[in-house]
C-alpha cells in the first residue's frame, strides 16, 4: 500500500484506520493539549510561508470558481468535529456532537472496541471506498478536473473519483445508493455548493466510529481564498445531515492549500493491505 513520505507521521502510522492516533492522545490530557510556545508559532509562520512559495511557483487558476489542479490538506486529523471559534480540541469538541441515542451507543462501541485493541473494520480497510465525508479527511492529494456539466474530484487514496453533476438536472428516479453517493453542485457567488445522498450505509463518518445510516446527506461548500502566508487554500465547509444518527445538522471543516508542486501517483490497497480485517476486526500492522 502506498504512504507518500512528505505525510505527517500519524498517516504513515495509520493510512485507513489508525489505532496509533487513539494511543498519542492518551500521553495527554486530550481535553487541554499543550499549547504551542510564541517560537514554536514563529517557526510554523516559517514552514508555511516557504511551503506556500514552493507550493505556489506553479500558480493555481486565479479564476474563483477554477479549482484545477492539485490540492492537499495538512497533516491528518482522524475525527470530524462541529466548527467553533475559537477551534477546540477533539476531546470537549465531542461533547458537542449532537448524537441521538443510536448514534451515541454505536459510537461509544466503536470507542470501546479501539481502546480494546480490536477496532471495528470499515469500507476502506477492505479497500472499498471510503465514502463521504470520511474521504475528504484522507491525507492524500485531491485533483479537480473540469469538463462540460461536469466536475471530477480525483483522490490519490485507493483512486476514489467523485463525479459532481452541474448540468442542472435532477437525481435520476433509479440511482442507487453507493459508498460515495449521488453527488449535485451548483455556484453561489463564487462557493461551489455539492449537496450528496444516495449513500450506502458500509462506511462512516470519520475513522474514529462515527456512523451514519440511509438518510445521511452531506452538503459542502468549496471556497478558494488567499492564506496570510501568500499561498491560495480552499476551504471545505462540510455539513452533515442524518435524523437517525444526529438530532440537528452540524458541521466541520477541512483546508486544503494548493500544490503546484504535486501530482496524483498510483495508489494499490488491495498490495500489501496493512488493515485488512478478519471477522469484522482490523489491526493496524
Avoid at 31 to 55: E, F, G, I, M, S
Avoid at 101 to 109: C, F, I, R, T
Avoid at 250 to 259: C, H
Wanted: with cysteine.
Amino acid at each position: 500500500m502506498r504512504a507518500r513520505p512528505m505525510v505527517s507521521l500519524l498517516v504513515a502510522a495509520s493510512g485507513l484506520m489508525g489505532p496509533p492516533a487513539a494511543r498519542a492522545q492518551s500521553e495527554y490530557d486530550a481535553a487541554h493539549p499543550p499549547q504551542p510556545t510564541a517560537q514554536q508559532l514563529a517557526a510554523r509562520d516559517k514552514k508555511n510561508a516557504a511551503d506556500a512559495a514552493v507550493w505556489n511557483k506553479n500558480p493555481a487558476p486565479t479564476d474563483p470558481r477554477d479549482f484545477s489542479g492539485v490540492w492537499w490538506t495538512r497533516g491528518y486529523d482522524r475525527t470530524f468535529r462541529p466548527v467553533t471559534d475559537p477551534p477546540l480540541p477533539p476531546a470537549p469538541a465531542a461533547k458537542l456532537l449532537p448524537l441521538t441515542p443510536l448514534e451515541a451507543a454505536s459510537y461509544q462501541h466503536h470507542l470501546d472496541m479501539e481502546k480494546a485493541g480490536t477496532p471495528i473494520a470499515d469500507a476502506p480497510t477492505q479497500c472499498f471506498p471510503h465514502g463521504v465525508p470520511r474521504l475528504i479527511a484522507s491525507p492524500y492529494p485531491v485533483q479537480f478536473v473540469y469538463s462540460p456539466g461536469l466536475i471530477t474530484i480525483l483522490h490519490e487514496t485507493a483512486h476514489n473519483v467523485r463525479y459532481i453533476h452541474m448540468d442542472g438536472k435532477p437525481v435520476p428516479a433509479d440511482t442507487p445508493p453507493t459508498f460515495l453517493g449521488y453527488s449535485v453542485g451548483h455556484w453561489e457567488d463564487n462557493t461551489l455548493v455539492v449537496v450528496t445522498h444516495h449513500f450506502n450505509d458500509r462506511t462512516q463518518i470519520d475513522e474514529e466510529g462515527l456512523s451514519h445510516g440511509l438518510k445521511l446527506t452531506v452538503t459542502e461548500r468549496l471556497t478558494k481564498f488567499t492564506n496570510k502566508w501568500g499561498g491560495v487554500e480552499l476551504r471545505d465547509r462540510i455539513t452533515i445531515e442524518d435524523p437517525e444518527h444526529f438530532t440537528r445538522p452540524w458541521t466541520a471543516e477541512r483546508l486544503f492549500p494548493w500544490r503546484g508542486d504535486m501530482r496524483i501517483a498510483e495508489y494499490s490497497c488491495e498490495e500489501n493491505n496493512r488493515n485488512a480485517p478478519q471477522n469484522g476486526i482490523t489491526v493496524a500492522k
